[in-house]
């Protein structure tokens, strides 16, 4: 039975940070992409970034560049998001999700737009005060 159980949401101010990680179980965590993603209150839920199955590719959305790095430890099966410099419009429930590698998975394409992805988890919660 596959698991994906992200952690390390919480309330911080702006301008501050936090890492959020995600581990995935019951699967073989390098044959995936990996995804993060969020969703405010009221809106879509958008890509934040994804990583290439050993992480020598990524993808990241415009408003996260240069804020957040994704980063992954495949002996470990976790995910990372590293997001600093943080904003209230980052305020969100943030979800990994894993996608099988195929030819048809693209980083920038199908994964930031949260297609196909095989396997979501439920979330962790992200809060910044202003």
């Known amino acids: 039975q596959v698991q994906v159980v992200e952690s390390g949401g919480g309330l911080v101010q702006a301008g501050g940070s936090l890492r959020l990680s995600c581990t995935a179980s019951g699967l073989t965590f390098d044959d995936y992409v990996m995804g993060w993603y969020r969703q405010a209150p009221g809106k879509e839920r958008e890509g934040v970034s994804c990583i290439s199955r050993r992480g020598s590719s990524t993808a990241y959305a415009e408003s996260v560049k240069d804020r957040f790095t994704i980063s992954r430890d495949n002996a470990k099966n976790t995910l990372y998001l590293q997001m600093n410099n943080l904003k209230p419009e980052d305020s969100a429930m943030y979800y990994c999700?894993?996608?099988?590698?195929?030819?048809?998975?693209?980083?920038?394409?199908?994964?930031?737009?949260?297609?196909?992805?095989?396997?979501w988890g439920k979330g962790t919660l992200v809060s910044i005060s202003s």
């Open positions: 999700a894993a996608v099988f590698f195929t030819a048809a998975v693209s980083l920038g394409g199908s994964c930031m737009r949260g297609y196909g992805m095989d396997y």
